[in-house]
């Protein structure tokens, strides 16, 4: 048969008094004898007691350093004790109490008081035991649900994704470069006063998550200007300038749905609608200039153009790192942000191995 009694430890170094409380108590509980609070750290170390009842004036350890040590232990903070003393003054309360005691009781003591306020204390522990499982299955839970929702999250975006890159063969591994360059900068620009409160940790991981989504408009264009090999017409390059402005608003019929506004859709829908914008104002689709342009929007326009310079396409070949520099560079404070463009000059050791990495087969 298991024991289902709840245990008492009774610490106490006068026989007498260990002997009148064994003899009330053992009927309803399991109860231990220790004799001093050396001996009570050694038994508690072995077995975990529901309660503990603690003499204050004992040799070696008296009770007040036995129920410091027992509080230090974050094993051992949760047992109520209770201070069983024939201290009674108003200071010694107080004293046991600020300890972390749930009750002091002085010598010498009332047995019914003493079995009451013994079964109080196991009682009020059950229920802050239960509050406290309930709790840490809740937080369980959540913890379940919001990975749930990270992975529907990943893989509406794998989809997503997927449908774009299945009718334009030739972005290969752009998507992971980009994510990386956007990330790189990202982490750059966090270290700038003016950006810090913005680019948290928390924040970047979002917009990481964000950026596989900037051409997610390409899905509306046709195939005959979405894969055409060579040089597009004036008529097919406006077609496919329209994929910025129809990126967001997909991603905004998504929003939609959602009961309550979603961070990482609302980066994804500045990255794809403005990602193309340029700083003078000269972008497409509003035209939008300088700060008026998403943060997003403003590295994206740098990593994707680097990426565009760096990688091989159907219509030409792949720049090396100085030449896509030398075009970029002189485009800083007209096509891009000067400070976004600051980070990628103090991140080029770094671009170059994500390039390197993540090279197309």
Known sequence: MYNTKDSVLIVDDTPANVKVLANLLTDSYDVKIANNGIKCLELVSKFRPDIILLDVMMPELDGWETCKILKSDPKNKDIPIIFL???????????GLALGAVDFISKPISPPIVKARV???LQNKKYQDFLRDKSEWLEQEVDRKLYQINQLQYATISVMVSLAEFRDECTGLHIKRTQTFVETLAKEMSELPKYADFLTPEYINKLVKSTPLHDIGKISIPDEILLKPGKLTDDEMHIMKTHAQKGADILLEAQRYLEEDSDFLQIAIEIAGSHHEKYNGTGYPKGLAGDAIPLAARLMAVADVYDALTTERPYKKAFSHEKAMDIIL?????HFDPEVIDALLKNQDEFQYIARRFKDA
Do not use: F, I, R
């Open 85 to 95: 003393t024939a201290k009674n003054s108003v200071e010694d309360e107080e004293h």
């Open 119 to 121: 079964n109080t204390h």
């Open 330 to 334: 002189p485009d800083s404070g007209s």
